[in-house]
């Protein structure tokens, strides 16, 4: 038999079983119920069972370098130490970093040397010939050449899996349960092991959050998001939103895979890939449609909802018998009155933590004390007390019929603390205890500051006593007195109160109002932030969109509907707003200052969130490329909010980034685990 015909059949042998035999293992072994419903494409096998390994094989401490397209060609698992519980959701540290690093570069040498014309393939070292094996033995030099571009590294999942089966006894009998309610595949309540792992605390650096990971902008859609209150992180409440959400998404594309894509990717981002191709076949949209956005989360989401649903289902052949969390219960009780966290755990008798571990939706200012419990809130208790009996013991000075309000200063270009806090009646140790600052000379232009009330002035008075020592001479103040938040100079760790490589400022609409009108804090805080139209009457201003902002934002600040500023404004109904669009607002059923208010506290809620998580090191310069904008340097490069990287890039027009633009970039790491 000729020699070269005899090759090439081995090479075809190899070829069947390197690739062809793993995924007809797969489909053998991947099983799961539903499955006229979800799909599992031959094209999309391989990936599964990439993802089942992710899951049940590899734990948070190994890193896994594999090609970013045949997912199953894994060069390397890198082991750090022994797994340790409670370091799961650490960031990687200097030293992790450079070794992933480095052998990063080492695959991409082998990958550039298969590729090159020059590389005898008959004369391959034996790790060479195994990266080589890895494509099946094929001699296409383009094969090896985008691998190098195409090596990535991924996290090992099989702890946190294991938790999250743990953990979702205790509301997996509730979601079940909302999902059959919009009659919705129960398989769908699977989805959460990808999200999240079941930690109802998660939050990502890009600001999604809970269990569901439901971004303030779609969750808003169908949940509260206050400064007091976010329900996103209540399991059972983001639940029935992610089953309106699943309802919204099947009814539009009429595929559960598109469906479950479009929950990642978006669902006009799925219509326009079904448009665009032509298809509904999952398997023909993740190998075919190329779209900038179109990454490879949204590429393997559908694949990682399989993998996970596959172990759920049989969770007994990857991690033994479990012992799930038995089903939380509970009782509402809807309170009548604005009241303190810590007066109803008092008067209930329930310890503060466990109390917060029934009404997860809380958020800190609750907590702290900062704000009451809302009244009318549904407030969650163990079913065995009798809770009406023991609300109706607390004393009525203890009970208000209105809100605790707040005062707020965004930190402006020019100020200092000692500016701040001349203007605001209030003193500079207060508002460092207050925002937890550490350093008097490092606040940065945006930062929402929250000033004390009177009461809390008192409070504050053995603060202001002991720090009042730790401050500068007067000699020295003079000097400080000159710096602004322009001059802060990046330190090596920076905290969420840090900025560095000199951020200027926004520039705020001109007021028309004298600053120096004798008012409370607050009032001469939020004021400047609209500008007002003189002797109009109801009250008319205008305001630039900031990060975050919707039309539905200012409608729910305002108290009126969304067409009122859409009529206003003329804006067409399906027209977004842009960042630093001027918009009219008339102020009929809401004070400016009531307006304001909101709207800082709506913010720093954003500020809160993000750096209760993570935390900023310093920054790295991005050069704007041909075809980017700052949507997709936020949500698909970087991964960081929009609010955060324009805090370090003020001066630039993000409306108009072209190519050749510098832009600095935050590089952020997670400071605790979230779960």
Excluded at 330 to 353: C, G, M, N, R
Aim: proline share 5%; charged share 25%.
């Amino acid at each position: 038999m000729n020699m070269n015909l005899m090759l090439n059949r081995l090479r075809v042998v190899f070829f069947l079983v390197v690739f062809m035999y793993p995924a007809m293992l797969v489909s053998s072994t991947i099983s799961y119920t539903s499955t006229k419903k979800f799909p599992l494409p031959g094209e999309l096998e391989p990936a599964v069972k990439f993802w089942i390994k992710v899951y049940t094989e590899y734990n948070t401490n190994e890193y896994i370098l594999h090609d970013a397209h045949n997912l199953l060609a894994i060069y390397e698992v890198v082991k750090f130490s022994e797994l340790h519980r409670e370091k799961m959701d650490l960031p990687q540290t200097r030293s992790q970093k450079n070794k992933l690093m480095k052998k990063r570069n080492h695959y991409r040498a082998i990958l550039q040397k298969l590729a090159s014309s020059k590389t005898k393939l008959d004369q391959l070292n034996s790790e060479e010939k195994r990266i080589f094996d890895l494509f099946g033995g094929t001699k296409n030099r383009s094969v090896f050449r985008i691998a190098a571009k195409n090596i990535r590294m991924q996290k090992g999942q099989r702890n946190r899996f294991y938790n999250g089966l743990v953990l979702s006894g205790r509301y997996m009998s509730y979601i079940k349960e909302i999902f059959r309610k919009h009659n919705l595949p129960q398989e769908l309540t699977m989805l959460p092991h990808v999200e999240s792992s079941f930690n109802y605390r998660a939050y990502s650096s890009a600001g999604a959050a809970g269990l569901w990971q439901f971004t303030r902008r779609t969750g808003r859609r169908f949940m509260k998001i206050s400064y007091e209150i976010d329900e996103r992180l209540d399991p059972i409440l983001a639940s029935e939103a992610a089953a309106k959400l699943m309802q919204e998404n099947y009814q539009t594309l009429g595929s559960w895979p598109l469906a479950i894509t479009a929950y990642n990717h978006g669902m006009a981002g799925m219509k326009r890939a079904k448009r665009k191709l032509h298809t509904s076949d999952i398997a023909k949209i993740v190998a075919k449609y190329r779209s900038r956005y179109f990454k490879f989360a949204s590429r393997n989401f559908y694949c990682e909802f399989l993998a996970a649903l596959h172990i759920a289902q049989n969770y007994k052949k990857y991690f033994g018998e479990i012992k799930f969390d038995p089903p939380i219960q509970y009782k509402e009780f809807i309170l009548p009155h604005y009241v303190k966290y810590a007066t109803v755990a008092q008067y209930l008798h329930l310890e503060q933590d466990e109390l917060k571990k029934y009404n997860p939706a809380l958020r800190n200012p609750i907590f702290k004390g900062t704000k009451y419990i809302p009244q009318n809130y549904k407030l969650r208790v163990p079913i065995y007390l009798n809770v009406d009996q023991l609300y109706a013991q607390i004393p009525g000075k203890e009970l208000f019929v209105a809100q605790k309000r707040s005062q707020w200063y965004r930190v402006r270009r020019g100020d200092t603390l000692s500016t701040i806090a001349r203007r605001n009646r209030t003193s500079i140790p207060a508002i460092m205890a207050m925002n937890n600052l550490r350093s008097r000379n490092r606040i940065r232009v945006g930062k929402i500051l929250r000033l004390p009330d009177e009461i809390k002035m008192q409070k504050l008075n053995k603060a202001e006593e002991t720090l009042v020592a730790s401050l500068p001479s007067a000699k020295e103040n003079e000097k400080i007195e000159k710096e602004t938040v322009e001059t802060v100079k990046p330190a090596k760790a920076i905290a969420p109160d840090v900025v560095s490589n000199k951020p200027k400022a926004v520039v705020q609409p001109k007021p028309v109002i004298d600053l120096n009108l004798p008012a409370a804090g607050a009032s001469v805080s939020v004021l400047p932030e609209i500008e007002l139209v003189k002797n109009s009457n109801p009250p008319v201003g205008y305001l630039r969109v900031e990060p975050e902002e919707t039309l539905g934002h200012y409608a729910d600040w305002l108290k009126i509907s969304t067409q009122r500023i859409r009529d206003w404004n003329d804006l067409a109904y399906g027209n977004s707003i842009r960042l630093g669009q001027r918009i009219k607002l008339v102020f009929n059923n809401v004070t400016l200052l009531e307006f304001a208010t909101s709207r800082l506290e709506y913010h720093r809620a954003v500020e809160e969130d993000f750096f209760n998580n993570y935390q900023v090191l310093g920054t790295r310069t991005h050069k704007i490329n041909r075809g980017e904008n700052i949507w997709y340097l936020c949500n698909y490069l970087y991964n960081l909010p929009l609010w955060l990287i324009q805090s370090y890039n003020s001066d630039l027009d993000f409306n108009r980034l072209k190519p050749g633009d510098l832009i600095l970039i935050p590089d952020v790491v997670e400071i605790r685990s979230n779960s």
